[in-house]
């Protein structure tokens, strides 16, 4: 960690003796002060050492917050003040309030602007308008486009410990007690080594056998091969584990020592393939990233690769890649329905020893990106609330490690969890390239690590990153259009089934929602409780007032009394509009199917509790039968008599008393293999046997 700073402290130390026979320019360290929990720093006491020997005055603002104390600073030669205006370079961690903001600055800081985010948009004008000089952090990278300065290592220990923390939680909610346990979150250690020995006495609980048996093998799942995945698998380390490559995660998933723990990390080639032919080429991804799509959790293209697929196999998936918006995601809201589909029922299972209720348990999201890489992670989690749980079927996340669902932990400051650790590692790589950031405004003789870095200069932006007003315009544009494109909804009623609706159709603010009552005082609550919601208060007998409303609306959903249907429905297909009711389709409604077709529409009745539920509750029953295999069910009958296990012939009568066999030695002896076979090959013999047939194959399996 410390050889890129001994190198380049060398070379400041042969230049410190010319250096000394005048004061050079002021440096200043800000507080930090986003959040509470920000103590970390841009430079610990010794860089500052470094640096006051060369001859530069370092400034750093008073925090009792900060995590290494300000006396620390003292000793190594720092200034302490409040008024850091005379400084020429100003340094922190996080963006600093717009209001101190001082004019005519070089400033260094993680800007987050380089996306055109949305909420650091103020920022950056504010920075535009005081011809502030911004070196942005995330934009420090050499030739091969690494990132030099970074707190990805620590992000990736601190989402460690966290994660481990958050599943002995989940695991309790779901009946367990677990060695998980015993382990808190990142903060609550001094530093990372005593994390380290709280993991490595949960691994040693592992590792005599005290996991429950019915949660089954743990499979930790590393995505990306950068800083953070790597601090992250520095941690995991201390557990009892053994890696193991992707193909292999789902043969351990099933019959894997519970006395260790088993993880995999995934590379970009491991799972991104190309739409048109399933095939991945590195070169082409980096210029053409839209061409390709990821089979974390599906086929893929290839019909013979389909096995490498890794979400379904996953316990707890670390997320450390970088995302952009036009790069394919890990996961969408559609693959977290499927990975929460229930287990089959084990035979072992019991009321007191549950099985988990599906096997993806956790995601520590260190990327952080909202909408990202995991589409259903819509909003960070805090150090404060570090979890939530998402649930997939109502796409609803609830602060809650009990319920159904993911449990979901996507900290963005997850390093300032281990400040002083953070804050001595950062500096070291921050410090070689101190001294040409220091230079006066005026100043361009940057190197090419600084230079690029630059994303304002003398009151605009620099040449590299032009395209953000572009990313602004057009997010702009974007917004405009969907504000056009919102989908207007009438409810006509404002009764008990009212609200539910309501509150389901505000979670897309895509929906705007006209709530029609006689009901004044209903209404206004409503009104006031939700967003996107406008009151109208009428009767449903004013004729005209009716047919206005309908006309101006994408859908009409009727809660009133089924006596009223027949009428809205009229409307509805007067104005050629949808039409949804809870009520039973009575002989009325059924005369108006010829003119609604001629219409256009639809509309649908009996989608309430009684009659509506007990329709959908079948249907689901049908969707998860087909999910676990009833569907192909033809198919796998076909792959087995293909494979010997079953006899065609008519048989007069079963016997269901002979020894069990295990699939693994039965399929050996059938095929003519050794049981030690490994099991690639063992499913390559299969494939061969049913002629790669893919549906035979799953059913199989």
């Given at each position: 960690?410390?050889?890129?700073?001994?190198?380049?402290?060398?070379?400041?130390?042969?230049?410190?003796?010319?250096?000394?026979?005048?004061?050079?320019?002021v440096?200043?360290?800000?507080?930090?002060?986003?959040?509470?929990w920000?103590?970390?720093?841009?430079?610990?006491?010794?860089?500052?050492?470094?640096?006051?020997?060369?001859?530069?005055?370092?400034?750093?603002?008073?925090?009792?917050?900060?995590?290494?104390?300000?006396?620390?600073?003292?000793?190594?030669?720092?200034?302490?003040?409040?008024?850091?205006?005379?400084a020429?370079?100003?340094v922190?961690?996080?963006?600093?309030?717009?209001?101190?903001?001082?004019?005519?600055?070089?400033?260094?800081?993680f800007?987050?602007?380089?996306?055109?985010?949305?909420?650091?948009?103020?920022?950056?004008?504010?920075?535009?308008?005081?011809?502030?000089?911004?070196?942005?952090?995330?934009?420090?990278?050499?030739?091969?486009?690494?990132?030099v300065?970074?707190?990805?290592k620590?992000?990736?220990?601190?989402?460690?410990?966290?994660?481990?923390?958050?599943?002995?939680?989940?695991?309790?909610?779901?009946?367990?007690?677990?060695?998980?346990?015993?382990?808190?979150?990142?903060?609550?250690?001094?530093?990372?080594?005593?994390?380290?020995?709280?993991?490595?006495?949960?691994?040693?609980?592992?590792?005599?056998?005290?996991?429950?048996?019915?949660?089954?093998?743990?499979?930790?799942?590393?995505?990306?091969?950068?800083?953070?995945?790597?601090?992250?698998?520095?941690?995991?380390?201390?557990?009892?584990?053994?890696?193991?490559?992707?193909?292999?995660?789902?043969?351990?998933?099933?019959?894997?020592?519970?006395?260790?723990?088993?993880?995999?990390?995934?590379?970009?080639?491991?799972?991104?393939?190309?739409?048109?032919?399933g095939?991945?080429?590195?070169?082409?991804y980096?210029?053409?990233?839209?061409?390709?799509?990821?089979?974390?959790?599906?086929?893929?293209?290839?019909?013979?690769q389909?096995?490498?697929?890794?979400?379904p196999?996953?316990?707890?998936v670390?997320?450390?890649?970088?995302?952009?918006?036009?790069?394919?995601?890990?996961?969408?809201?559609?693959?977290?329905q499927?990975?929460?589909?229930?287990?089959?029922?084990?035979?072992?299972?019991?009321?007191?020893?549950?099985?988990?209720?599906?096997?993806?348990?956790?995601?520590?999201?260190?990327?952080?990106?909202?909408?990202?890489?995991?589409?259903?992670?819509?909003?960070?989690?805090?150090?404060d609330?570090?979890f939530?749980?998402?649930?997939?079927?109502?796409?609803?996340?609830?602060?809650?490690?009990?319920?159904?669902?993911i449990?979901?932990?996507?900290?963005?400051?997850?390093?300032?969890?281990?400040?002083?650790?953070s804050?001595?590692?950062?500096?070291?790589?921050?410090?070689?390239?101190?001294?040409?950031?220091?230079?006066?405004?005026?100043?361009?003789?940057?190197?090419?690590?600084?230079?690029?870095?630059?994303?304002?200069?003398?009151?605009?932006?620099?040449?590299?990153?032009k395209?953000?007003?572009?990313?602004?315009?057009?997010?702009?544009?974007?917004?405009?259009?969907?504000?056009?494109?919102?989908?207007?909804?009438?409810?006509?009623?404002?009764?008990?089934?009212?609200?539910?609706?309501i509150?389901?159709?505000?979670?897309?603010?895509?929906?705007?929602?006209?709530?029609?009552?006689?009901?004044k005082?209903?209404?206004?609550?409503?009104?006031?409780k939700?967003?996107?919601?406008?009151?109208?208060?009428?009767?449903?007998t004013?004729?005209?007032?009716?047919?206005?409303?309908?006309?101006?609306?994408?859908?009409?959903?009727?809660?009133l009394?089924?006596?009223?249907?027949?009428?809205?429905?009229?409307?509805?297909?007067?104005?050629?509009?949808?039409?949804?009711?809870?009520?039973y389709?009575?002989?009325?409604?059924?005369?108006?199917?010829?003119?609604?077709?001629?219409?256009?529409?639809?509309?649908?009745?009996e989608?309430?509790?009684?009659?509506?539920?007990?329709?959908?509750?079948?249907?689901?029953?049908?969707?998860?039968?087909?999910?676990?295999?009833?569907?192909?069910?033809?198919?796998?009958?076909?792959?087995?008599?293909?494979?010997?296990l079953?006899?065609?012939?008519?048989?007069?009568?079963?016997n269901?008393?002979?020894?069990?066999?295990?699939?693994?030695?039965?399929?050996?002896?059938?095929?003519?293999?050794?049981?030690?076979?490994?099991?690639?090959?063992?499913?390559?013999?299969?494939?061969?046997?049913?002629?790669?047939?893919?549906?035979?194959?799953?059913?199989?399996?």
């Amino acid at each position: 960690m410390l050889r890129a700073f001994k190198h380049t402290g060398d070379r400041f130390e042969r230049h410190l003796s010319r250096w000394q026979h005048y004061h050079k320019s002021v440096l200043a360290i800000r507080r930090e002060d986003v959040n509470a929990w920000e103590r970390r720093a841009p430079l610990a006491p010794r860089h500052v050492k470094m640096l006051t020997n060369l001859g530069y005055k370092v400034l750093v603002q008073p925090s009792n917050r900060r995590a290494i104390h300000e006396k620390d600073y003292i000793k190594a030669g720092g200034i302490i003040q409040e008024d850091i205006s005379q400084a020429c370079l100003i340094v922190g961690v996080k963006r600093p309030p717009e209001d101190k903001l001082i004019p005519n600055k070089n400033y260094a800081f993680f800007s987050h602007t380089i996306k055109a985010q949305e909420a650091n948009m103020s920022l950056l004008d504010e920075i535009l308008s005081k011809n502030i000089r911004l070196i942005d952090y995330e934009k420090m990278v050499d030739h091969r486009g690494v990132r030099v300065v970074a707190f990805g290592k620590w992000a990736g220990v601190a989402g460690m410990i966290n994660i481990l923390h958050g599943m002995g939680l989940r695991f309790l909610a779901l009946g367990h007690h677990t060695p998980f346990m015993h382990i808190g979150m990142a903060h609550n250690y001094r530093n990372s080594s005593q994390a380290v020995q709280a993991v490595r006495d949960a691994g040693y609980e592992i590792s005599l056998g005290l996991m429950p048996k019915s949660i089954g093998p743990l499979t930790f799942v590393f995505t990306g091969t950068g800083n953070v995945s790597k601090g992250a698998q520095e941690m995991f380390n201390a557990l009892p584990c053994e890696f193991v490559e992707p193909h292999e995660l789902k043969e351990v998933s099933r019959t894997g020592d519970l006395r260790k723990v088993y993880g995999t990390v995934l590379s970009r080639h491991q799972h991104l393939v190309r739409k048109t032919d399933g095939v991945y080429d590195p070169v082409e991804y980096d210029k053409h990233p839209e061409l390709y799509t990821s089979r974390f959790n599906n086929d893929g293209i290839s019909k013979i690769q389909f096995h490498l697929q890794i979400a379904p196999y996953a316990t707890c998936v670390i997320n450390g890649i970088y995302w952009e918006q036009n790069t394919p995601r890990l996961l969408s809201r559609q693959d977290a329905q499927k990975l929460l589909t229930p287990l089959q029922p084990s035979p072992a299972a019991t009321e007191g020893c549950p099985e988990l209720p599906h096997k993806l348990v956790a995601i520590c999201d260190i990327s952080a990106d909202t909408e990202g890489s995991i589409e259903f992670m819509t909003e960070c989690t805090t150090i404060d609330s570090p979890f939530c749980m998402y649930d997939a079927d109502q796409h609803i996340i609830h602060d809650s490690v009990e319920g159904l669902g993911i449990l979901m932990c996507s900290i963005d400051n997850l390093p300032a969890q281990l400040p002083i650790e953070s804050t001595e590692c950062f500096g070291d790589m921050l410090f070689p390239y101190i001294e040409e950031m220091v230079k006066p405004l005026e100043s361009q003789n940057y190197s090419p690590v600084v230079r690029d870095a630059v994303i304002t200069s003398n009151g605009s932006l620099t040449d590299k990153y032009k395209y953000i007003q572009k990313l602004r315009e057009n997010r702009e544009y974007m917004q405009s259009l969907t504000m056009d494109k919102k989908k207007k909804v009438l409810i006509l009623g404002s009764g008990y089934v009212s609200e539910p609706v309501i509150e389901y159709l505000t979670r897309d603010p895509n929906v705007e929602i006209t709530a029609a009552s006689f009901m004044k005082t209903q209404l206004e609550q409503l009104s006031k409780k939700y967003n996107n919601v406008v009151p109208i208060v009428m009767n449903i007998t004013e004729d005209e007032r009716l047919s206005s409303l309908v006309k101006k609306h994408n859908l009409v959903i009727s809660l009133l009394p089924y006596s009223f249907h027949p009428l809205v429905a009229k409307k509805c297909i007067d104005s050629r509009v949808n039409l949804v009711t809870a009520s039973y389709l009575t002989p009325e409604m059924k005369e108006l199917q010829k003119s609604a077709e001629a219409a256009g529409i639809a509309i649908i009745s009996e989608v309430g509790l009684d009659p509506g539920l007990d329709h959908m509750l079948a249907m689901e029953c049908i969707d998860k039968a087909k999910e676990v295999g009833a569907e192909g069910y033809c198919k796998a009958i076909e792959g087995f008599v293909k494979l010997g296990l079953i006899n065609p012939e008519p048989c007069p009568m079963l016997n269901a008393t002979t020894p069990p066999v295990k699939w693994k030695e039965l399929m050996c002896k059938l095929l003519g293999l050794q049981p030690s076979v490994k099991y690639d090959e063992l499913q390559q013999a299969v494939c061969k046997q049913l002629n790669e047939n893919k549906k035979q194959l799953e059913a199989v399996e």
